[in-house]
Nanobody, 124 residues
């Protein structure tokens, strides 16, 4: 069973940077994609970014493109999300997720494993 543990959330001001990390354990050989999602209060879970575990190719949501960068360290089994130029609208619980299939990577229902989430709050 793949297990995911996020860390790095917190309270920052608009314009600040923050880096989230996701520690991955278990049978990582079964993973195809790793993704970051976020869910603001009262809203649906939203795709942020994903990275293909084997090749490192990435995809970022338009709302974060140019500000957020997803990366992975296969040797350390970690996936990171570098968040720059943060805005109040980035406030949400951020989740790390992993999937074994090749289905559309921007849909949360296609992911098999989820972390517990980490809160990011951006004040104006």
């Amino acid at each position: 069973q793949v297990q995911l543990v996020e860390s790095g959330g917190g309270l920052v001001q608009a314009g600040d940077s923050l880096q989230l990390s996701c520690a991955v354990s278990g049978p990582t050989g079964s993973i195809n994609d790793m993704g970051w999602f976020r869910q603001a209060a009262g809203k649906e879970r939203e795709f942020v970014a994903r990275i293909r575990w084997s090749t490192g190719t990435t995809l970022h949501a338009d709302s974060v493109k140019g500000r957020f960068i997803i990366s992975r360290d296969n040797a350390k089994n970690t996936v990171s999300l570098q968040m720059n130029s943060l805005k109040p609208e980035d406030t949400a619980v951020y989740y790390c997720a992993a999937k074994r299939n090749y289905a559309t990577s921007s849909l949360p229902e296609n992911y098999d494993y989820w972390g517990q989430g980490t809160q990011v709050t951006v004040s104006s």
